[in-house]
């Protein structure tokens, strides 16, 4: 308790009276902690449930009870952006300090299946500045599930992959009361963390409450240039049950609750006075169903997402908007298994309706004019019915999976003011529309002693997304340029291949890993010189187009030696390229990236130096507004301890990010905002039982 | 309390429903109502007649007015049929006076409502005013009938009419027709007058009015897939396409040819040129 106070004291929060609820919620936590009867908590080790046939990857995200556990975590209290940062395959677009934007296999937003457990859920900002990676925290997750292309499919129609965030539960285990506490502060914004858990669980009914709150200051780049516009504040609650109607079935239910508030956006000319989501399913789980059939579960959801755009903080701005968009989302899936001898199946059918509704509103310099109004997002109600199914099957000496999606998709513009402004791009367009979308992909692994083999072939191709085929007037500041949706384009379809060779000796591990995407009716935005600008300051006009094809390549090579029991290295260096089929570079194309960890961990004390790097960009395009960015190292280190009383157990973890304090950016980086600069953070993670 | 407000109106609707049945077998003159829905602007009384001058207006406008006129006999209370009627706008300026471009007064399908319209140039202000000047036959008798008239500038003060000089070194009167503007595609048009003298304007046809319609406020954006306006035979009237991609404050540059493609009136929009000097203004 000692522990906590004096951090507290450390931070000011007791001494400021603002912070008074931030204490209540602290008392609460600790009087319910204190209620709590000790007992004796098998840890689960999180088991390596990734089927070897999958190149899939799973980034842990460590939890409160669990931090111990992972208290090899980097910086445990990092935002979740920072935490899929550290993976190996997702790279972040960063417009600022708050709401990353995921990319896999170099492919963003419309490109990729992002959800929560399962759940659908779209952004409500025009502007990509609320993906929904932001709706979420590390306080309610316990991992990410990372599936590269047409592996992802599963989750949804997908090109480039799905990003699967899977809800942390306690899931009956007997694990009765358990609360902790989470406090943590960084230097290089001035942020304050307060987190904290309380749940309670047994072999019948288990309740999870996680809460997280951030608030950070402009951050401060390389070399003490402070960041204008690039504070946020941010909290997060959720709660999730479960209930054991028998052995057999089980009914759960979860609720996130997520709202975002003055979040600043240094690259981009418009901040966010709010983005909030309500987040809340139910579900149903039955270990048998209909004879042979296992782990029956349907999931019933809703969502609903409001954000909205504010320039009121900016000193000087062409004209003053207000951009609000609402993104509602109803879904649902239902999936089984079977398992025969040979054969592991799993059916699926999962279906979802999304409503994105977006406006804008201009407000002239002559106070005499009236505003200026329009539909952004036109009341775009898709509906789209899906059908999934995966056979995993034994070969001699490895496995093949084959799986396959089908789905339709429906447009309906339901705004009549929405479907006249897009009728002027395109006269003969129609209110309604529908897709049929599909997927088929194999994957074969082989395995020679200590040698892996993975190896697939897909197809898959998606819709166009709200934006491309509905957008209306959309700025894009990275390239300066307007864009228009075309509700004509046709489905963006891929080819892929991929494969992995791993290597895996007692001591020592190597992976070489390669995928390319041959892409046709890429969509992407291309220059219109026949139409008008409608931002003041922008260059141009860009309307969504299909190219013939594009096609991308990723390689990557990682390698772990395990020096002592305690001491692991391991390194990784990835090669991307990305070109249309006239040969011009595609842009968010990652230069040559490298990256290097030591780690040390005994059972009470961790540290990490790391190293991240990148080579000097040399396929860029300054038509789609990238620059050549320049090359960069940066180091970070870490320290951490573990501390027990009784059955408490207090963490630690000190360290710095960005050591020397370089000025940087990176190619995901919009616009050249520069990366934060040294950065010391601390966290204190205490876990009652 | 809202479901009481709810209920009232719907008794109300049912009553009113249910007194129309009963009225209508009472003999209630139609003429009574049906320019029950338009304003009057004007009421000459004369030669024992009253006559009304209506419109879906306020006022009487510059540029484009759409006019009714009713005659009633007083000593009859009746209203007239049949009556031939002509009228004549005119402007009593200080040095001169000039009428403007009008239409034939004709009948409507409405009983005794007769219609036309009239472009005023200008607005009268309190040295020059405008006169109406209507010569009517009834039954073979003649009658006039003079009233002065308020013309006013439009309330929102927006341009709907232009009387320019043409390079031709004709004078010319380019007048939009009204419409109620919508972000989509709109249908537009104009009406295009030569000023032959004082007295005459007649109405010019197969010349070529280009658009360009722009934002001011927003940068001078401007919109996609316009048509320009061309000649309509059958109504006499230029008509064209006018995209508007946002609500606000539109200004319509205009550029007028005549059938040779000579540039009459008005410039393209360039980055140094930001408006024509022939235009429209719209705002909604």
């Given at each position: 308790m000692k522990t906590i106070c004096a951090v507290q004291r450390s931070f000011g929060w007791l001494s400021n009276p603002k912070t008074i609820p931030l204490q209540l919620g602290l008392v609460y936590y600790l009087f319910f902690s204190t209620m709590s009867q000790a007992q004796e908590t098998e840890?689960?080790?999180?088991?390596?449930?990734?089927?070897?046939?999958?190149l899939k990857e799973v980034v842990v995200i460590s939890s409160y009870k669990a931090a111990l556990e992972?208290?090899?975590?980097?910086?445990?209290?990092?935002?979740l952006d920072a935490y899929l940062e550290s993976s190996k395959k997702v790279t972040m677009i960063k417009r600022g300090a708050y709401a990353w934007e995921p990319m896999l296999n170099d492919m963003s937003s419309e490109r990729l299946s992002v959800t929560i457990d399962g759940m659908r859920i779209f952004g409500a900002c025009t502007d990509k500045m609320d993906p929904i990676t932001s709706y979420v925290d590390v306080s309610n997750l316990s991992e990410a599930h990372i599936s590269s292309g047409q592996q992802g499919s599963e989750q949804g129609a997908t090109i480039g992959g799905a990003l699967d965030l899977r809800l942390e539960k306690s899931n009956f285990k007997t694990t009765d009361w358990v609360g902790s506490l989470e406090m943590g502060g960084e230097s290089g914004n001035n942020a304050q963390i307060i987190g904290g858990e309380l749940n309670y669980s047994d072999e019948h009914f288990y309740i999870d409450t996680d809460v997280i709150y951030r608030k950070a200051e402009n951050y401060v780049a390389g070399g003490g240039t402070e960041i204008a516009f690039s504070q946020f504040e941010k909290y997060n609650i959720s709660t999730n049950a479960g209930f054991k109607i028998n052995d057999d079935q089980k009914l759960s239910a979860t609720f996130i609750f997520d709202e975002a508030r003055d979040?600043?956006?240094?690259?981009?000319p418009m901040d966010v006075s709010l983005a909030q989501a309500f987040i809340g399913s139910v579900s149903w789980h039955q270990d048998t169903f209909l004879g042979d059939f296992t782990d029956w579960e349907t999931k019933l959801y809703a969502n609903k997402v409001t954000h909205i755009m504010d320039d009121s903080q900016r000193p000087e701005v062409p004209i003053r908007m207000d951009m609000p968009g609402w993104s509602d989302t109803y879904g649902l899936f239902s999936q089984m298994r079977l398992k025969t001898k040979k054969h592991r199946f799993l059916i699926k059918i999962d279906g979802f309706y999304n409503r994105s509704l977006a406006e804008m509103t201009m407000y002239p310099n002559n106070p005499n004019e009236r505003e200026m109004f329009m539909l952004t997002w036109p009341d775009v109600r898709t509906l789209n019915s899906g059908f999934y199914a995966e056979d995993v099957f034994d070969l001699e000496e490895g496995s093949l999976k084959l799986s396959t999606r089908l789905a339709v998709q429906n447009f309906n513009v339901a705004d009549d003011f929405g479907l006249n402004s897009l009728r002027i791009f395109y006269p003969e367009m129609t209110r309604r529309q529908t897709r049929f979308l599909k997927s088929i992909a194999a994957q074969y692994h082989r395995s020679f002693k200590s040698i892996h083999f993975n190896g697939g072939l897909s197809y898959g191709d998606r819709a166009p997304s709200v934006s491309e085929g509905f957008g209306f007037y959309l700025f894009n500041s990275f390239d300066n340029h307007d864009y228009i949706g075309d509700p004509d384009l046709k489905n963006e379809k891929a080819m892929e291949a991929n494969a992995k060779l791993s290597l895996k000796e007692k001591r020592f591990k190597l992976e070489l890993e390669g995928n390319y995407f041959h892409i046709t009716d890429f969509i992407i935005g291309e220059i219109d010189s026949g139409l008008s600008v409608m931002t003041i300051g922008a260059e141009g006009v860009k309307t969504y187009q299909n190219l013939d094809s594009a096609d991308l390549y990723n390689i990557s090579l990682e390698t772990t030696y395990n020096i002592l029991p305690e001491l692991q290295w391991s390194g990784v260096v990835s090669y991307h390229r990305g070109t249309d089929n006239t040969g011009r570079n595609l842009p968010f194309i990652s230069p040559v990236a490298y990256g290097s960890n030591l780690q040390y961990s005994n059972k009470t004390i961790t540290g990490s130096l790391a190293m991240q790097g990148a080579g000097k960009q040399v396929n860029f395009n300054p038509v789609f507004g990238e620059d050549q960015t320049d090359a960069y190292t940066v180091f970070s280190l870490t320290v951490g301890k573990q501390f027990s009383f009784n059955q408490d157990k207090l963490y630690l973890k000190f360290g710095v990010e960005n050591l020397f304090d370089e000025f940087y950016s990176t190619y995901t980086d919009w616009r050249n905002i520069p990366r934060i600069g040294r950065n010391f953070f601390a966290t204190v993670s205490y876990a009652i039982n | 309390m809202k479901t009481s407000k709810h209920i009232i109106a719907v008794l109300l609707l049912i009553s009113a429903f249910s007194s129309c049945n009963d009225d209508s077998d009472d003999p209630i003159l139609p003429e009574e109502d049906v320019l029950e829905t338009f304003n009057i602007l004007a009421t000459i009384d004369a030669n024992g007649h009253e006559i009304g001058i209506y419109s879906e207006q306020q006022q009487f406008t510059i540029g484009y007015n759409e006019l009714f006129i009713r005659i009633k006999e007083v000593a009859s209370d009746t209203y007239v049929a049949d009556a031939d009627i002509s009228w004549t706008p005119m402007m009593h300026m200080t040095e001169m006076m000039h009428s403007c471009p009008k239409s034939a007064v004709s009948k409507t399908d409405l009983n005794a409502v007769y219609k036309g319209f009239t472009i005023f140039q200008m607005p009268g202000n309190a040295e020059e005013y405008w006169e109406l000047s209507l010569d009517y036959t009834i039954a073979g008798q003649s009658y006039n009938a003079t009233e002065r008239i308020e013309v006013k500038l439009p309330t929102d003060g927006k341009q709907r009419v232009s009387t320019f000089m043409g390079s031709d070194d004709s004078r010319y009167i380019l007048a939009m027709m009204p419409m109620q503007p919508e972000v989509k595609v709109n249908d537009f048009s104009a009406m295009l007058f030569k000023m032959e003298n004082m007295m005459t304007f007649p109405s010019v046809a197969d010349y070529m009015i280009s658009l360009d319609p722009r934002m001011p406020g927003m940068g001078n954006h401007s919109s996609p897939n316009n048509e320009d306006l061309s000649y309509d035979s059958s109504s006499g009237m230029y008509k064209g396409k006018l995209s508007l991609t946002m609500t606000g404050y539109w200004k319509i540059n205009l550029k007028l040819m005549n059938d040779s493609g000579v540039v009459l009136k008005g410039e393209d929009i360039t980055e140094e040129n930001e408006s024509s000097s022939l235009f429209f203004e719209i705002e909604f």
């Open positions: 840890l689960h080790l999180v088991q390596d449930s990734i089927i070897p046939i999958d992972h208290r090899l975590q980097h910086k445990p209290l990092a935002t979040v600043g956006y240094p690259a981009l | -």
